[in-house]
T-cell receptor, first 113, second 109 residues
Framework: EAQVTQNPRYLITVTGKKLTVTCSQN?????MSWYRQDPGLGLRQIYY???????DKGDVPEGYKVSRKEKRNFPLILESPSPNQTSLYFC????????????FGPGTRLTVT | EDQVTQSPEALRLQEGESSSLNCSYT??????LFWYRQDPGKGPEFLFT???AGEEKEKERLKATLTKKESFLHITAPKPEDSATYLC??????????FGTGTRLKVLA
């Protein structure tokens, strides 16, 4: 089954404790992306990757890091989480570039206390 | 600045009562406009892609249209299972996606 998977689905952590949210897709897609979704603000793009070793900032990259060492994986790293990063996070992938539809993962709900 | 605005924020319809959702956009180098459906607690699910003004796409009770400044999602004779949040997004010339804040649709039986 073609899918995007994320782990963990739920995470409660404390300020400053480094964490990684994993994302994997099995569709051989070149483009992958991370979003956060907050009430009233909608989905905002954090980082995206056009292909292996090629990443770029979205609209809200502060406090986040990403890497793309393999085509299928695109982890999101929060090196020193803060309460304002409490949010619902989605990973997505698309075939190529930003011309094709994206397929989304199930989401990770992160709470930073 | 690239921007996507959706209206209304929320919409309540009786079953069978047709209506339209609006997505207006200002973007440099539009590469595509997308409609998604999102159910509570789930990731957005792809519905349509539109690439150029005048283009239309249909799927069951939904029809999406595109002009140079806006897109409409027409819902004909909706059913309660059409209740969801509908998201509009544009892909820009710089390979980013920008989403609107969505329209929450509730269809009453």
């Amino acid at each position: 089954e073609a899918q995007v998977t994320q782990n963990p689905r739920y995470l409660i952590t404390v300020t400053g404790k480094k964490l990684t949210v994993t994302c994997s897709q099995n569709m051989n897609h070149e483009y992958m992306s991370w979003y956060r979704q907050d009430p009233g603000l909608g989905l905002r793009q954090i980082y995206y990757s056009m292909n292996v070793e090629v990443t770029d900032k979205g609209d809200v990259p502060e406090g986040y890091k990403v890497s793309r060492k393999e085509k299928r994986n695109f982890p999101l790293i929060l090196e020193s989480p803060s309460p304002n990063q409490t949010s619902l996070y989605f990973c997505a992938s698309s075939f190529q570039g930003a011309t094709y539809e994206q397929y989304f993962g199930p989401g990770t709900r992160l709470t930073v206390t | 600045e690239d921007q996507v605005t959706q209206s209304p924020e929320a919409l309540r319809l009786q079953e069978g009562e047709s209506s339209s959702l609006n997505c207006s956009y200002t973007v440099s180098g539009l590469r595509g406009l997308f409609w998604y459906r999102q159910d509570p607690g789930k990731g957005p699910e792809f519905l349509f892609t539109l690439y150029s003004a005048g283009e239309e796409k249909e799927k069951e009770r939904l029809k999406a249209t595109l002009t140079k400044k806006e897109s409409f999602l027409h819902i004909t004779a909706p059913k309660p299972e059409d209740s969801a949040t509908y998201l509009c997004a544009v892909a820009t010339g710089t390979y980013k996606y920008i989403f609107g804040t969505g329209t929450r649709l509730k269809v009453l039986a």
